[in-house]
């Protein structure tokens, strides 16, 4: 089974940027890996603020982008606020079967 | 609006069964994939299977293999596992979620003597 890899901790300012990335143990991440970005905050159920690499919700701020980047995926956050501290996950799609990350534990400080 | 409502968590013991269930509103079921997916207390994100729209695909992860079943009804815009053979690794909050990042608010299966 794919290993899903992303930085395990992140600590960006108030007000500046952090770049989030996720790779795969196959190869480069692709589109074809439908790649997500997932919010979660303590006690809260998980938030999708990006799928497909850059489709984005209604809810997902503006100050949050997808992309793919040097064959990783990539969520860019520009502008940090206080409230964007959180875990994120990535998930990747192999053959419709699908691998979560590690996550990421964004600190805001 | 999107709602997906789990239910059918419960405590059990191990070797038990359970049925989760996921019912749905405000989106066309029946055009997409469907998935479960499983947190374990204090651990990271987990999937752990998924079902095509017409239910002709199903994918697991390795370790339910052969104890899990993923199922759906299109008429009742709903998505189910089975789980058989529980073991304590088991024990997490499951979750449902769509191929389009629509997530549930979980409900806690606790697998325990």
């Known amino acids: 089974q794919a290993v899903v890899t992303q930085e395990p901790s992140l600590t960006v300012s108030p007000g500046g940027t952090v770049t989030l990335t996720c790779g795969s143990s196959?190869?480069?991440?692709?589109?074809?890996?439908?790649p997500y970005w997932i919010q979660q905050k303590p006690g809260q159920a998980p938030r999708t603020l990006f799928y497909r690499a850059t489709n984005k919700h209604s809810w997902t701020p503006a100050r949050f982008s997808g992309s793919l980047l040097g064959g990783r995926a990539a969520l860019t956050l520009s502008g940090a606020q206080p409230e964007d501290e959180a875990d994120y996950y990535c998930l990747l799609s192999y053959s419709n079967s699908g691998v979560f990350g590690g996550g990421t534990k964004l600190t805001v400080l | 609006e999107v709602q997906l409502v789990e239910s059918g968590g419960a405590l059990v013991q191990p070797g038990g069964s359970l049925r989760l269930s996921c019912a749905t509103s405000g989106l066309t079921f029946n055009s997409y994939w469907m998935g479960w997916v499983r947190q374990a207390p204090g651990k990271g994100l987990e999937w752990v299977a998924s079902?095509?729209?017409?239910?002709?695909?199903?994918y697991f992860v390795d370790s339910v293999k052969d104890r899990f079943a993923i199922s759906r009804d299109n008429m009742k815009n709903s998505l189910y596992l089975r789980m058989n053979s529980l073991r304590a690794e088991d024990t997490a909050l499951y979750y449902c979620?769509?191929?389009?990042?629509?997530w549930g608010q979980g409900t806690l299966v606790t697998v325990s003597s």
């Open positions: 979620m769509t191929e389009t990042g629509y």
């Open positions: 079902l095509n729209p017409d239910a002709s695909e199903k």
């Open positions: 196959t190869g480069a991440v692709t589109s074809g890996h439908y």
